[in-house]
């Protein structure tokens, strides 16, 4: 029949097509381009939720699919460092549709940082490992200060340093608190006598962003930036909002407000902030006969002008005043009994002033100088042992910046500190102990740098610096520095950095365990300068998949101290203050994971392994292993958001996990645990946006009600030791009364005694 009738056949086969298109569904195509602020995006990915559908777009942002089933669907673009898209199609049979889209920038991918260079650049071309934090990933877990807020950044966490003040420091991968160099818009304000309270009172409102550096700094920020750098950045003038107003209270009584404004002319432009706290409630639940929490009134105030200026030169000046008055200690103490032996409490009078900012030079090139100034005066007692103090310090910059071309960024600059600093304590007398004279310390540290990044190609960015400066009293001091990054691909990022750091120690400014508690302080020598050798290999990814993000942040971390100052509580009546015969080592593994799928549910968590100790010449001159006291082995952190109604209503669950840290004990006989037991802080919020300028919230601190053991503060009941009997050469002795041989102690503390509370608070935004 086929060889017969081929014209019959033909006819047949195109009926039989016909008839099979007739039956199946019109097939419909999409293309379009993709970018951002006019430039393509490469790798964007493309899907159709639902179906099996998906691509990537080109080199030039461009994108397609085809053989799609007309209908109504669901389209989501997605890219590292970009907001995910969510739009709805409607696919025409037999039809090609073009749709283009723009993406915004991602905030916590694609954010500018200046911390690790001194310059703006975006965070993921940055040589330098740095971790953003801005106000709303703090508004999680509100507090009122920056100190607390910290606790949900893994790898660093705020200590608790005594069971009665409550002061405290911040350490970075096991690392104490002097050694995180603390900064404002650049500018190193924090240090010496203000590290134990200077993060307390800097308004939340007027911070833009955290950023954190986890790893050497030293030669652009100074020798003391070893174990790491946090950069409190302020908001600028011109884009903050005319109002914000944040208000909360707790069930413990304690009342936090920060309010910020801003105003704008032709030629400048400022912002101002308030932040008041008040805790006014003595609480002890516990039942040891102390507050569990400080006491404090603390206000704040900071104000920022900027300047217009031609060829958007940059200008700023700030300043801002601290006052606070804190106590804690037995609850029926009060100001009458400041100083005497009759009611125990420890009672600091803050008071500071701070001035900073910088002024771009009229040149063509651009060379910027930046300042700071602070004064900080210190009125305290501890039980009877007064801490009067006073520091000023003062700070000048210059910088230059000079681009080479294509492959080479210079950085060069010259800076000069002096600190002025005096107490009532043996660090600022004569060595004559017959006729002690008061000698205020002063230090002029000059100094100069030089940074060029390298950019060999487009994967490859070698980042060197050289810093030398010359300390007045010990000399000159070097720190190298060394930063590689390798990006194989736009998903993948190595970066190597490299340094040395040299840190001149204050006791009394530094540890506050020197002056609390009934325990003398003695310095068996001249206590010479620390000095460290570090390094970080830090591997960041992203990976897409389908409508889902996934962000992932390691890093390898080692640091070796020679000539280290550790505080030796072997004698239950003695700190003892003597440079390291040996060395002392912080290692560790961090680790961080962000999950950011299209839907409600977020999810950011992190988890630090870290090995922490020292190795000591015994009696013999053999090197013996020992841990550092109050450093965890392992802790983790984890924030979890979901949009129960999208743009109204926001559930947030955060929170913390510590292993066992080593706690100091005062004899072997101290009935204390050793080591403390794993602990969670949790927390629990839920935000409601009443509009777009309001928003109530709500919720639950320390949800599982954790506190430290009630017998953490050892004889309570007698605070001044007049009840225990001492042998000739000093030590406690045991008695019926004192079985144990102790003495008043309260710095066997690794985290707060406040409890559960219940928070509410109100949020007002003016934009």
Request: glycine share 8%.
């Amino acid at each position: 029949m086929t060889e017969k009738n081929p014209v019959l056949l033909t006819v047949l086969s195109a009926f039989l097509l016909l008839w099979s298109v007739s039956l199946a569904p019109a097939q419909s195509a999409l293309k379009g381009y993709i970018s951002s602020n006019n430039q393509p995006i490469i790798q964007a990915t493309i899907v159709l939720e639902g179906t099996s559908f998906g691509t990537a777009t080109d080199e030039e942002g461009r994108y397609s699919l085809s053989n799609i089933q007309e209908g109504k669907y669901k389209l989501t673009i997605a890219s590292i460092g970009y907001v995910t898209l969510h739009k709805t199609v409607v696919l025409e049979p037999n039809t090609v549709h073009t749709f283009d889209f723009v993406l915004a920038e991602e905030s916590f991918h694609n954010e500018v940082v200046v911390t690790g260079s001194l310059e703006e650049v975006s965070r993921l071309k940055s040589p330098v490992p740095v971790e953003i934090y801005t106000p709303a990933y703090f508004k999680k877990n509100p507090t009122p200060s920056v100190f607390e807020s910290l606790q949900l950044v893994n790898g660093v966490r705020p200590q608790s340093n005594c069971n009665i003040c409550n002061t405290g420091d911040i350490h970075i991968n096991g690392l104490e608190g002097p050694y995180t160099m603390i900064t404002i818009d650049g500018m190193p304000i924090v240090s010496g006598l203000s590290t134990v309270y200077g993060l307390n009172g800097i308004p939340n409102s007027l911070i833009e962003r955290m950023e954190v550096v986890k790893g050497p700094a030293s030669t652009l920020y100074g020798s003391e930036a070893v174990g790491g750098l946090i950069n409190v950045i302020t908001k600028n003038a011109d884009n903050a909002p005319k109002l914000s107003l944040d208000l909360f209270s707790t069930s413990w009584g304690e009342v936090n407000s920060d309010v910020g404004a801003t105003w704008k002319g032709k030629k400048t432009a400022a912002l101002i902030g308030i932040n008041h706290f008040n805790y006014s409630f003595p609480m002890d639940k516990n039942g040891d006969g102390f507050t569990d929490l400080t006491l404090s009134k603390r206000t704040s105030v900071f104000n920022k002008w900027q300047l217009k200026r031609p060829y958007n030169r940059s200008a700023s000046i700030a300043a801002r005043y601290v006052y606070e008055d804190r106590w804690g200690g037995q609850t029926n103490w009060d100001k009458q009994f400041r100083g005497t032996d009759s009611v125990y409490g420890e009672s600091i009078y803050t008071n500071r002033i701070e001035l900073m900012g910088n002024y771009q030079l009229p040149v063509s090139e651009k060379i910027i100088f930046s300042f700071s100034g602070s004064i900080h005066d210190q009125d305290s007692y501890y039980g009877t042992t007064p801490y009067l103090a006073n520091q000023k310090i003062g700070f000048g910059q210059l910088v230059w910046y000079k681009d080479l071309g294509l492959r080479h960024k210079l950085l060069t600059g010259a800076a000069l500190r002096y600190t002025w600093y005096d107490d009532n304590t043996p660090a600022t007398q004569s060595a004559n102990s017959l006729l002690p004279e008061n000698k205020p310390s002063k230090i002029v540290l000059p100094g100069f740098f030089i940074q060029d990044e390298f950019r060999w190609n487009e994967k490859s960015t070698l980042l060197g610096g050289l810093r030398y400066d010359y300390n007045s009293i010990h000399g000159s001091i070097l720190t190298p520095r060394l930063n590689y990054m390798y990006k194989p691909n736009a998903t993948n990022t190595f970066r190597l950095s490299m340094g040395t750091g040299y840190r001149v120690a204050n006791v009394f400014t530094e540890d506050h365990a020197a002056l609390t508690g009934a325990r003398d302080v003695v310095f068996t020598e001249e206590l010479k300068p620390e000095k460290s050798v570090n390094a970080n290999l830090n591997y960041q990814t992203f990976i897409p998949i389908k409508s889902t993000l996934i962000g992932i942040d390691a890093s390898l971390f080692y640091t070796h101290f020679s000539n280290k100052i550790i505080p030796d509580y072997s004698d239950p009546n003695k700190i003892i203050y003597q440079n390291l015969k040996g060395y002392s080592v912080s290692r560790g593994f961090t680790f961080n994971l962000d999950i950011m799928p299209a839907s409600r549910f977020k999810l950011r968590a992190g988890a630090t392994i870290m090995d922490v100790y020292r190795m000591e010449e015994d009696a013999e001159g053999a090197l013996t292993r020992k841990e550092q006291l109050l450093t965890e082995k392992y802790t983790g952190t984890w924030v979890v958001s979901y949009a129960v109604i999208k743009d109204k209503l926001t559930l947030d669950y955060t929170g913390n996990l510590y292993g066992p840290m080593k706690l100091p004990l005062l004899s072997a006989s101290d009935p204390r645990a050793e080591y403390s037991p794993w602990f969670s802080i949790q927390n629990i919020q839920v935000t409601y946006k009443i509009k777009k300028q309001f928003e109530v919230y709500g919720g639950v601190k320390n949800l599982l009600n954790y506190t430290p053991p009630k017998n953490s503060i050892a004889r309570a009941h007698d605070p001044f030791d007049k009840k225990v009997i001492f042998d000739s050469n000093g030590n406690a002795t045991a008695t019926p009364e004192n079985p144990y041989a102790l003495t008043f102690d309260p710095t066997y503390v690794y985290t707060s005694n406040q409890g559960i509370r219940l928070f509410l608070g109100l949020r007002y935004t003016l934009p």
